[in-house]
């Protein structure tokens, strides 16, 4: 018998259904509200300027982009009369946009005091650094708790306190993105270091290896780069071209990635990031505190705890999302498939009954 089980009716009153607390109708609609606006947003000019130079006698446009306290220049071609002109339309859309922005500025403001789940300042302030660079448009995912906390907003539920606390970001990706530029990919590493908020790389256990995480300097806080790990698992890392940077190889990673969904998250104007879909994001949670180490137990609980949250309120809006979920789960190894049954063991009852039920049917 399970903690989950002996204890279930005091973990109901913890995480558990009854503690469900679901937010108002009117914070659910302006939700949808501002997903559609940030899903649709025309550019805005925030950290964003053109700059004229001339080299050797000729003169160039360049378009300079701030992002955190570095700017970075991005030439754009030889002066001309047709140049200029996509310029002038460009700067006529960011004037266009400027009211669409200042309303999706109320519309996060209103969210917050509905009660919606808003990042803290320095969460905020990173993964708008990340959305500036363009790491969303090139494939990146939001897992882990940050991803967890969007799911909130998008379900209309209030989570409870304890499993939205956290102390990274991660953020995961492919091993290749084809619809990535490589001229428009974005630079994570350096994007992260040269934000000025005192990102500094996280040594590698094997000191040849490149780092894949970059933590805050005088906190906890770090952004760890995760992709789909392939064949034996050796750990090394993993280069991501259409991010410039490497990455840890995770297994069964790509349960996640094979679908991502758009959200919003209520910061300045709105940040539209790309996150698992609920149901896997659950599922994937089980399997995953079954393969922590022993000394994880604390973490291996918040995996279930995050996950019984997740199901309860799916099971009562959307379950069918849960049997999608658990049929893409049979084109996985029988290892992942062993372990996600030993982790709906750790579920309490009502959950376990339900999920194992359509599990064994499989």
């Given at each position: 018998?399970?903690?989950?089980?002996?204890?279930?009716?005091?973990?109901?009153?913890?995480?558990?259904?009854?503690?469900?607390?679901?937010?108002?109708?009117?914070?659910?609609?302006?939700?949808?509200?501002?997903?559609?606006?940030?899903?649709?947003?025309?550019?805005?000019?925030?950290?964003?300027?053109?700059?004229?130079?001339?080299?050797?006698?000729?003169?160039?446009?360049?378009?300079?982009?701030?992002?955190?306290?570095?700017?970075?220049?991005?030439?754009?071609?030889?002066?001309?009369?047709?140049?200029?002109?996509?310029?002038?339309?460009?700067?006529a859309?960011?004037?266009?946009?400027?009211?669409?922005?200042?309303?999706?500025?109320?519309?996060?403001?209103?969210?917050?005091?509905?009660?919606?789940?808003?990042?803290?300042?320095?969460?905020?302030?990173?993964?708008?650094?990340?959305?500036?660079?363009?790491?969303?448009?090139?494939?990146?995912?939001?897992?882990?708790?940050?991803?967890?906390?969007?799911?909130?907003?998008?379900?209309?539920?209030?989570?409870?306190?304890?499993?939205?606390?956290?102390?990274?970001?991660?953020?995961?990706?492919?091993r290749?993105?084809?619809?990535?530029?490589?001229?428009?990919?974005?630079?994570?590493?350096?994007?992260?270091?040269?934000?000025?908020?005192?990102?500094?790389?996280?040594?590698?256990?094997?000191?040849?290896?490149?780092?894949?995480?970059?933590?805050?300097?005088?906190?906890?806080?770090?952004?760890?780069?995760?992709?789909?790990?392939?064949?034996?698992?050796?750990?090394?890392?993993v280069?991501?071209?259409?991010?410039?940077?490497?990455?840890?190889?995770?297994?069964f990673?790509?349960y996640l990635?094979?679908?991502?969904?758009?959200?919003?998250?209520?910061?300045?104007?709105?940040?539209?990031?790309?996150?698992?879909?609920?149901?896997?994001?659950?599922?994937?949670?089980?399997?995953?505190?079954?393969?922590?180490?022993?000394?994880?137990?604390?973490?291996?609980?918040?995996?279930?705890?995050?996950?019984?949250?997740?199901?309860?309120?799916?099971?009562?809006?959307?379950?069918?999302?849960?049997?999608?979920?658990l049929?893409?789960?049979?084109?996985?190894?029988?290892?992942?498939?062993?372990?996600?049954?030993?982790?709906?063991?750790?579920?309490?009852?009502?959950?376990?009954?339900?999920?194992?039920?359509?599990?064994?049917?499989?």
């Open positions: 018998m399970s903690i989950y089980t002996e204890y279930y009716p005091l973990l109901r009153i913890i995480f558990g259904k009854d503690a469900m607390q679901r937010l108002p109708p009117t914070t659910q609609l302006l939700y949808v509200e501002l997903l559609q606006q940030c899903a649709t947003a025309l550019p805005n000019q925030r950290g964003i300027s053109f700059a004229r130079k001339t080299v050797s006698g000729h003169r160039y446009w360049y378009m300079e982009l701030v992002v955190g306290s570095s700017k970075r220049q991005f030439s754009l071609g030889r002066d001309s009369a047709a140049l200029r002109d996509q310029i002038d339309k460009q700067k859309l960011y004037e266009e946009a400027a009211p669409d922005l200042k309303q999706r500025e109320k519309l996060v403001a209103m969210l917050v005091s509905g009660g919606a789940i808003a990042p803290g300042s320095a969460d905020g302030r990173v993964l708008e650094v990340l959305s500036q660079s363009g790491v969303f448009l090139a494939g990146g995912v939001l897992v882990g708790s940050h991803a967890f906390n969007t799911y909130g907003n998008m379900l209309g539920i209030r989570w409870d306190s304890a499993a939205m606390q956290t102390q990274d970001m991660d953020l995961a990706s492919r290749q993105i084809e619809v990535a530029l490589r001229q428009d990919a974005p630079d994570v590493k350096s994007v992260l270091l040269e934000s000025g908020m005192g990102f500094f790389e996280v040594p590698a256990l094997n000191p040849k290896s490149p780092s894949t995480s970059f933590k805050l300097r005088r906190q906890e806080f770090h952004v760890d780069l995760l992709t789909p790990s392939r064949g034996a698992e050796t750990g090394e890392p280069y991501l071209p259409h991010f410039h940077s490497y990455a840890h190889p995770m297994r990673l790509e990635l094979d679908d991502s969904q758009g959200a919003v998250i209520p910061f300045r104007s709105g940040l539209f990031v790309n996150v698992p879909h609920p149901a896997r994001f659950a599922l994937h949670k089980l399997v995953v505190s079954r393969r922590r180490p022993v000394a994880q137990q604390i973490k291996a609980r918040k995996d279930v705890q995050q996950a019984t949250e997740l199901l309860n309120v799916l099971l009562e809006d959307r379950p069918g999302d849960i049997w999608i979920a049929d893409a789960a049979q084109a996985m190894p029988d290892r992942f498939l062993s372990q996600l049954s030993e982790g709906v063991e750790q579920l309490p009852t009502e959950l376990r009954q339900a999920i194992g039920e359509h599990l064994r049917k499989l």
